[in-house]
């Protein structure tokens, strides 16, 4: 059906198609049982416990999807193991100006740069707080810094502290955004002292009040340069010092190498951070060093380019136990999900593989 439906879609700013899909989101929330009953769920193959907690199907939706966590009631009858909710802030924002959001069909890629708009961290707890969702659905919060250049510093650990004393009773997973390419200020948080500060105060907070919620870190990818090795694994190590439970790799890239888009167009799009099939490469690399240089001892959620079976199976066995989309969903449609699942489990009957978990890392 998407396929009749996407040329109507396409032709509109990628960002009102968002909200037409946003809107039969929250219509399909409010008939769980009849999507349910049009998508059904994943085979017992793809199933895993991680974190304790259980996961019927390793494909998620990735963050920026649902900013404001108000298709609950629908992702998980599209047959979704998980949602990774946000990016949200502790202060409401309206983002950056529009248009904001672009599609390179060519490339089937997307360039945004919403700006982490949002409903801010206490709507989007009040939402969370009246929201049921089934015991088999993992609900990941992704919370980033305000976009505000004049939060910074101390002031910055301190707005992150305020979401997670928001969100973090709400929440099955936490995400720290340190990776946002759309406001400098924000992925500065990457940077191994500043990450020290920012963890030192959220694993206080979780310390506190949720110390069962795993708080994860969501990185950018490889540079224009590669990857930096060095960088990375100083990263990794002060999050695994302080008890950091697994990470999210990737975020977007600014990067444009390698488009079919015509330079012409791209410099008109101007800048933002760049979805897609373009990041795979990007995504897989960076997700098959993080599985070597952990030893494999945390999960990790591998994101960017996930548009097919192939592309989801790939990233499983360079190291990654569980896998998002958002752009893939825009090209392909809900029907992708179904396409997935059933493309992983002929994956683990080719390989002779009894389960996904069986699958990951076999490549790293
Ligand atoms: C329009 C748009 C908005 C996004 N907003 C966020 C966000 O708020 N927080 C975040 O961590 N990632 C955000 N992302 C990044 C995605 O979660 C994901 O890391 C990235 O798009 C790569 O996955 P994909 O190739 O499947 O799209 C956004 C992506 C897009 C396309």
Redesign the pocket.
Known sequence: MYRLVRPLLFRLD??RA?GAGMLAVRLGSAAPGVVRAMYGGPSARLAQTLWELPFRSPLGL????D?NAEGLGLWPGLGLGFA?V??VTACASEGNPKPR?FRLNEDR??I?R?G?N?EGAEAVARRLRRTDWPAEFVVAV?I?KTHDPGILGDAGVEDFHTSVRHLLPHADLL?L?V??PNTAEGKTFEDPEALDALLTTVMAERAGQASHVPVLV?LSPPGPDGLDAEAVNESVAVCLGHGVAGF?A???TSDRDNLTTPASRLDAIGRG?L???P??AR?DQMIRHLYTTTGGSVPLIG?????SAEAAYRRIRLGASLV???????YEGPGLVRRIHRGLVKCLDRDGLDSIADAVGLDA
Do not use: Q, R, W
């Open positions: 990628p960002e968002h990735a963050a920026g999807f900013k990774e946000g990016s959001a890629a997307l945004n919403m982490l949002n992704n980033a995400v955004n990776s946002c969501k999210v990737t975020n977007t951070g979805s897609g099939a990041l795979a995504a994101v960017g380019g996930i548009d998002e989309t958002y752009t893939g969903l825009v």
